[in-house]
């Protein structure tokens, strides 16, 4: 048994903020949840965030599946015509959302549905259609009922709108679909004030996520909020690394969805010095962000369908961050390995397997990570360097596989059961050949994912 | 309802020979499987194949696993010390199969088993060890028993060896884990005779493939024997290029093993003309060669763990055969639509989703399809094109989408639950964009494929 302070064994550490999984409304923002009857359930299913005043900088990271849904192409051209670049960066005054529907592969009509509840929340809000950002989640193929959710904007929009936790906590209810419980995160910095001194600044996210969630840009439905100072492209470069850290590492069954988007709004309601200008307060929003989208991404890990716990891989020692990004995303991928961590199976030859299968992401993830568009093209989808005479894995604190040492190191099974019996198993490769390091997050395999997605249409 | 002519309702035609699926051993060979005490059930776990006289052509398609087992590196360096480059290509004399354990990641001392495998069966059989290719399959992490392998060795070789179809029947019976029935293939064409006029050459294929199936080169073990003729060179081209449209485009579960491997042997005794020299005989052996192993594939896709079905997915009108082939290995890996056709829901949002996430294969699948060096760099891991506006899609002959009409064609349900209660699923899309065209083989995700690989060590 190495000694305790063996790296291996422990945790990377994550240099962020704590976070508090809830939802608390940042300085600037109205917020909404309601029922507009787009569920066959009854469930709350309509969202609406709001800035308070004139539109605000906004920018986004949406799905690259070619299927993508109307929310989706609506959203992208807003930003492009209130931000004048097709960098998805722009100004909103407001995001909707709606849940029961996807609005994907609907076609004309589904795209005159979508425009048509733009202008409805434009007409109520006394924007213009082009300030209105668009989520919408459910079964592929179905239409949303104008109707319903045209009733629900003259119900709720101004009126029931309020600058209140409980009217984020309300909106983000209604994102959910199959998902187990609501999901939010807000972490509160420190950051240069625009009169000097500090002034304290808000990021708070919601989001839902469940399946159909894979590493490929933003794999899910969020809105990140800050009362923080920064333009639409300073937004945009904050979330677009964050999301290569974050969201990209996450995976739930391979599948990316049709209708993924993650939308980030800055009111400036807090007083801080422009992150476009300021490093430290650049420094401060970027960390925030950060660290609400890495809890936002455990959150809808742990909830993937049929989950019963959350997988964390983590590795260090490796030739480059990529590499490592890259290992940690192809064993929490594995079909295999979440089967053994169902089966509370210390099955290290699945892990070692999966990782010696691992090809660095695709270039514009890559670019996002910070790397050149040079760099980036030449590095992506290059299989990942893994030395099987220097790796060492652990899983759930107990040394698996150590390569200098001739391999495997007849692991305990009985005792890794008990270890991985547990709400988050970690599984820890150290690679041994630089000092790359990365995490991704994924859920165990389990009878319960196929029962949810093999009996009923989602 | 489309007239029956539409060609998004008919199979793909393959241009190929009809197979039979039993093994018939080609001339020029001997084969025998035993039971070498591997396997704790005490099932056979041991093969050998050898070519009558001289060492003949050879040639190998391996895993890109950095985990590559011990048996894949000791056949690759074999081959290149026979063939003189690292194309694997060269020349052997016997083909040693083992099951029960992968002996992968069993560092140094699991590369002297095998090595020590190898001498026992070059002492045996009168050649080198070099001339010794091997194959093995099972638990990752576990040593090979060598004592019961070579006591089966002195017991096998030559005495038990015989050119008969029982002889390679038995060996293909040997090379199974938890497969649930035996695989084989042969097929028999017409080719230019080396003395003139025509001559028949037989191709036959036995192999094992259950779990830890992707499309990442070969991804399981298969050894293919012909009595055509052909040099290591042309073997490894033809079997390349094959590869690229057959166990490429098989996947199980997503994950790629440590210790896949094609091998193709050549023995000449059919008295063929050379595939290197003349081009008709090239083409019947080219042929016949895809033949065998694009049933190899479904075969083995058929019997994926937990698998209740074959699903195959061809798209036509594709603007190539990359995005074709790209499309299809995108709709058979995704695990919802595996799920889907689980539960017979014609289901074809996922579907849809799926096709809106493919990427082309990575650089060296695209060349040995038969791309320029060039186009295959540039094509990598790119999106392929879909446009939702021209996409048809059709599952068991029902049209689920049809994106000049508006996408959903209002499938009736009911009648695709009958329609996909078979033992083929057929995925079909029509992309109208193109003429490219290709195919994909998976199979259902369902519980017993969770409890087949969470309950059990495999």
Chains 1, 2 share one sequence.
């Not at 668009?134 to 179905?142: A, C, F, K, P, W």
């Not at 800055?266 to 420094?283: E, I, K, M, Y």
């Not at 790397?371 to 989808?381: G, I, K, N, S, W």
Request: charged share 15%; aromatic share 2%; hydrophobic share 45%.
């Amino acid at each position: 048994m190495p000694p305790a302070t063996d790296r291996l064994l422990a945790s990377l550490p994550t240099d962020l903020p704590a976070v508090e999984r809830a939802a608390r409304i940042p300085a600037g923002f109205v917020a909404a949840g309601a029922t507009a009857g787009i569920k066959a359930s009854g469930n709350p299913d309509f969202a609406l965030v709001a800035a308070i005043g004139d539109p605000v900088p906004a920018a986004a990271v949406f799905t690259p599946n070619r299927f993508a849904a109307a929310p989706v192409r609506l959203s992208r051209a807003n930003l492009q015509a209130t931000g004048g670049s097709a960098h998805a960066a722009g100004y909103a005054k407001a995001v909707i959302a709606t849940s029961g529907s996807a609005n994907a592969a609907t076609g004309p009509a589904g795209d005159a549905d979508q425009a048509a509840i733009g202008e409805a929340i434009a007409a109520a809000l006394g924007t213009t259609p082009q300030h209105v950002l668009h989520l919408s989640t459910g079964v592929i193929g179905t239409r949303l009922p104008v109707d319903k959710v045209s009733a629900t904007i003259a119900r709720v929009a101004p009126g029931g709108l309020t600058a209140t936790d409980a009217g984020l906590d309300a909106a983000s209810v209604s994102l959910c679909t199959t998902d187990s419980v609501k999901k939010s995160a807000t972490v509160t910095v420190q950051s240069p004030g625009a009169g000097g001194g500090m002034v304290a600044i808000t990021v708070t996210g919601i989001c839902k996520g469940v399946g159909m969630i894979h590493p490929r840009m933003a794999t899910m439905l969020s809105i990140v909020l800050t009362d923080a100072t920064a333009s639409p492209d300073t937004l945009r470069d904050l979330l677009r690394g964050t999301a290569a850290v974050t969201w990209d590492q996450l995976s739930v069954d391979g599948d990316t969805s049709t209708n993924d988007t993650v939308f980030v709004l800055a009111s400036g309601a807090a007083g801080a010095a422009s992150a476009d200008t300021d490093p430290a307060a650049r420094d401060a929003l970027a960390t925030a962000i950060t660290a609400v989208a890495r809890d936002l991404a455990r959150q809808q890990a742990r909830d993937g369908e049929g989950a019963t716990a959350l997988i964390t891989c983590q590795v260090s020692g490796a030739a480059d961050d990529v590499d490592a990004r890259a290992i940690a995303r192809a064993v929490i991928a594995s079909s295999l390995v979440k089967a053994a961590v169902h089966g509370k199976d210390a099955n290290w030859g699945r892990i070692a397997g999966a990782a010696g299968n691992a090809v660095a992401a695709e270039a514009a993830v890559l670019e996002a990570a910070g790397l050149t568009p040079t760099e980036a093209q030449a590095r992506a989808a290059q299989p990942a360097r893994v030395d099987p005479a220097t790796l060492r894995i652990a899983i759930a604190g107990l040394v698996a596989y150590d390569g200098a040492k001739g391999g495997p190191t007849g692991i305990d099974k009985a005792a890794a059961r008990i270890a991985m019996d547990a709400e988050e198993v970690l599984i820890r490769l150290d690679l041994g050949l630089g000092t790359g390091s990365g995490e991704a997050f994924g859920c165990p395999l389990t009878e319960g994912y196929v029962k949810e997605n093999s009996e009923y249409t989602s």
